[in-house]
C-alpha cells in the first residue's frame, strides 16, 4: 500500500550527498592553500631574517672594510747640519704616482695602465716592473708607487682625470736634498732601498715598510736610527673605485731627530778647491782635517766624489749607470776604505818605538850615504840593496827625522849592519808591530762611518799565516820605512798625528756633534771617548815633535812655511806596484801635520795618488793649514779682515 506524503528520510540523504561532498572537497582545498601560504610566508620570513641579520652583518663589515682603510704616514726624516747650523741635508716635497691594485679592475686593468704610461711617457711593461718591485703583498691597500718625482703638470692631468684611471693616486712624499751636492758625498751619504731579502731579515722587524729609504752610506746610514722618525697611520674612506672621500682619523708621524756634525762647511769647501786643483782626472786623493783635542774631523774630502742627489732621481738611470760604472770608483770613500802603503810617514811609529824603548836616542847617529847593504846569509855574495832618496850624511835623530832618511830608519828597526859603527839593536818586526797598533794602525779607528777598513800591519805570523813563508830580514827594513806588506788608510794616518798631538788619551775621530729638536735646541752631545792612551815618556814625544817641526825647515820644504804658525809634519813618498818610469816603481804623496806645533789645535793629513811627498802632498796640506788659519783668524779678528759670508763669529 502505498502511502501519500514527501520523500523519505533515505531519500533525502541520497540527494543530499552530492553537496556534502563538494562541501568537504572545497573544505580540504582550502586549507591545503592556507598551509601553503603559512609556509611560504614563513619561509620568506627566514629568508628575510638571514639576508637582513645574518649576511646584513656581514655585508656591513665588508662594506665597511672596503670604504675604510689604514695608510701609512711616512715620518719626515732629520735634517743635517754642519757645525755652524748650515743645512746639509733636507727634505723636499715630490709628487708620486701610485697604484692601489685592490682598486683596480682586473677588467680595465690594460685600459687603466696603457693610459697611464701615455701620460707618463712611459710602458706599461715599466709601470707592471715598478708593481712588482714595490708591492707589499701584506698590504694590498698602499699604495705602490709606479713613478717619483712626478711633474706637477702630469701629476695634476692624472689627478682631474681620476675617474678615469680606477686605482690610480697622487700621493706627496719627500724627498731628501743634498744643498751642496758632490762636496760632501762622502761624509753624508745617500738613501736607497733595501732588497728584499735585507728588508726581510733585517729592515721589516724594525717597523720599516717594505717601501721605505734607508742610509746606504755615510752618516745617514750609521745615523740612521736617529734620523728616522716613525711612520703614523691615517684612517681615510673611499669610494668604489678607491678615490678618497675623507679622512677619518690620523696619527702623526714622528719626525726623525736632527744631526749636528763636526764639519765646518766652508773649511770643507776650500779644502775640496785645494785638493781639486791639485789632483789629475784620473787620479785621486784624500784631505782630512781634524781637531786632535778631540777626535772632532773639521773637513774630510775624497776624490772624486759624486753627486748624492742621482740616488733621489730614480728616474734619471743614465747617470746613476754611468756612476756604477766609473773606473774612477766615485762611490768609493778613500778616506777611510782607501789601503795604501803609508811610505815614510810610517817612520813616526819607527822613530817613538826606538825612542821609547831606548835603542836610541837624540845623538844617535847614522851615516846616510844612499843606500843600505842587507847581507844574504844563504849567498853571501848577492846581498841586497836598499836605496835612500839621496846622500844626506852622518844625521842624528832629529836631523834623519827631518830629512827623512831611509838609512836612519832601516837602522832603527831593523838594526845596524855588521861593521857599522855605533852598533844599534834595531826594534825588531814584533815591536814593530805593537808600537804601530799603539798609534792605531792594523785595526779601525772607530769612526762613525760605516765601511772603514782596517789597514794591515804584517808580522812574522802573519806572513806565515797569509803567504806561507817565513819571514826575513829585508821584511823588517822595509816595514820600518812603511814599505812592503805595510798598508794603511789615510784615516789611520790622520789618527796617528792626532795621537802624537794630542800626546796623552787619543780622542776617537768623528762627525757627530750634537741631536737637535725642530726649534734648533740640543737633545743630546754625541760623546766619544778616549779609548787609548799612547803611555809615552814625555821626553819621546818632546823630541819627536822637535824632529816634526824641523821638517818644514829643511832646504827641500822651508818655501812652504807658514808666516805666523809654525807647523810639525812628516812627508812620506810610497812607492806601490804598478809601471815602472825611468827604473823607478810609481809613487803615492803623503803629507801629515799638526799645527801650532807648541799648543796643537789642528792637523792636516793629506793624500796624493800618484804623486809625493814633498812635491806634492806638501803644498796642499800647508795651504789647508793656512786657510784654517785665516778662517780662524777672520773670525776672531772681524775688524782687521772680514770673514767669509758662511763663517759665524
Not at 806638501?618 to 759670508?645: G, L
Request: with cysteine; proline share 7%.
Amino acid at each position: 500500500m502505498m502511502t501519500l506524503g514527501g520523500p523519505g528520510r533515505d531519500e533525502q540523504m541520497s540527494r543530499a550527498d552530492p553537496r556534502a561532498a563538494e562541501f568537504t572537497t572545497r573544505r580540504f582545498r582550502s586549507m591545503i592553500v592556507r598551509l601553503g601560504i603559512l609556509l611560504a610566508f614563513g619561509l620568506l620570513t627566514v629568508q628575510l631574517w638571514r639576508l637582513q641579520i645574518v649576511e646584513g652583518l656581514r655585508a656591513g663589515e665588508a662594506a665597511s672594510e672596503n670604504s675604510q682603510r689604514q695608510v701609512s704616514i711616512p715620518a719626515p726624516r732629520g735634517v743635517i747640519y754642519d757645525r755652524k747650523g748650515e743645512i746639509l741635508a733636507r727634505n723636499t716635497g715630490s709628487f708620486v704616482v701610485a697604484i692601489v691594485e685592490k682598486d683596480l679592475p682586473t677588467e680595465r686593468r690594460a685600459e687603466v695602465l696603457g693610459r697611464l704610461a701615455g701620460l707618463l711617457g712611459t710602458g706599461v711593461t715599466e709601470i707592471e716592473a715598478s708593481l712588482d718591485r714595490n708591492r707589499d703583498p701584506d698590504d694590498i691597500f698602499n699604495p705602490v708607487p709606479v713613478r717619483t718625482q712626478a711633474p706637477r703638470e702630469v701629476a695634476f692631468t692624472i689627478a682631474e682625470h681620476g675617474w678615469e684611471l680606477p686605482g690610480v693616486q697622487i700621493v706627496v712624499d719627500s724627498v731628501r736634498e743634498y744643498a751642496e751636492g758632490p762636496l760632501l758625498a762622502h761624509v753624508l751619504g745617500y738613501l736607497g732601498s733595501p732588497s728584499r731579502e735585507e728588508y726581510e731579515q733585517r729592515y721589516r722587524a724594525e717597523g720599516y715598510g717594505i717601501r721605505d729609504k734607508v742610509g746606504i752610506s755615510g752618516v745617514e746610514a750609521s745615523y740612521e736610527a736617529e734620523l728616522r722618525g716613525r711612520a703614523g697611520q691615517l684612517t681615510v674612506e673611499v669610494d668604489a673605485a678607491g678615490q678618497l672621500l675623507r679622512d677619518v682619523q690620523e696619527q702623526p708621524p714622528t719626525p726623525g731627530e736632527n744631526l749636528q756634525l763636526t764639519i765646518d762647511l766652508g773649511l770643507q769647501r776650500a779644502v775640496s778647491e785645494i785638493l781639486d786643483a791639485k789632483v789629475p782626472d784620473d787620479s785621486s786623493g784624500v784631505a782630512i782635517v781634524a781637531d786632535p783635542r778631540n777626535g772632532e774631523l773639521l773637513a774630510l774630502v775624497s776624490i772624486p766624489t759624486f753627486d748624492p742627489d742621482v740616488f733621489s732621481r730614480p728616474g734619471d738611470g743614465a747617470s746613476m749607470a754611468a756612476l756604477l760604472s766609473d773606473a774612477n770608483l766615485p762611490l768609493f770613500n778613500r778616506a777611510i776604505s782607501g789601503q795604501y802603503p803609508p811610505g815614510s810617514v810610517f817612520k813616526l811609529v819607527t822613530g817613538i818605538g826606538a825612542l821609547e824603548e831606548r835603542t836610541a836616542n837624540r845623538n844617535t847617529t847614522v851615516n846616510c850615504n844612499g843606500q843600505f847593504v842587507v847581507p844574504n846569509e844563504y849567498f853571501p855574495m848577492q846581498p841586497t840593496i836598499l836605496r835612500d832618496w839621496g846622500v844626506l850624511g852622518r844625521l842624528n835623530f832629529v836631523q834623519g827625522l827631518a830629512q827623512s832618511c831611509n838609512v836612519y830608519f832601516y837602522t832603527l828597526g831593523g838594526g845596524s849592519v855588521t861593521g857599522s859603527v855605533p852598533m844599534v839593536a834595531g826594534l825588531g818586526a814584533e815591536r814593530l808591530a805593537t808600537y804601530a797598533e799603539r798609534l792605531g794602525y792594523g785595526e779601525p779607528t772607530g769612526i762613525d762611518l760605516p765601511g772603514e777598513e782596517a789597514g794591515r800591519i804584517p808580522t812574522p805570523a802573519w806572513k806565515i799565516a797569509n803567504m806561507g813563508e817565513e819571514w826575513l830580514k829585508g821584511d823588517t827594513y822595509h816595514m820600518a820605512i812603511g814599505q812592503g806588506d805595510v798598508l794603511a788608510t789615510p784615516l789611520q794616518v790622520a789618527d796617528a798625528t792626532n795621537a802624537i798631538a794630542n800626546g796623552g788619551p787619543v780622542a776617537t775621530p768623528h762627525l757627530g756633534m750634537a741631536v737637535k729638536d725642530d726649534e734648533g735646541q740640543t737633545i743630546r752631545t754625541l760623546d766619544f771617548p778616549a779609548t787609548r792612551t799612547l803611555g809615552l815618556r814625555p821626553d819621546v814625544l818632546s823630541l819627536m815633535w822637535e824632529g816634526m817641526r824641523a821638517v818644514l825647515e829643511t832646504d827641500q820644504l822651508k818655501a812652504y812655511r807658514l808666516p805666523n804658525v809654525v807647523v810639525a809634519g812628516k812627508t812620506g813618498t810610497a812607492e806601490h806596484p804598478g809601471a815602472e818610469v825611468n827604473g823607478n816603481l810609481p809613487t803615492h804623496g803623503w803629507f801629515t801635520s799638526f799645527a801650532p806645533a807648541e799648543n796643537p789645535e789642528v792637523a792636516v793629513t793629506v793624500f796624493l795618488e800618484k804623486g809625493g811627498g814633498p812635491s806634492d802632498a806638501t803644498p796642499v796640506a800647508m795651504d789647508i793649514m793656512k786657510a784654517y788659519f785665516d778662517r780662524r783668524n777672520a773670525v776672531r779678528n772681524p775688524a782687521v779682515s772680514q770673514p767669509p759670508a758662511d763663517v759665524r763669529p
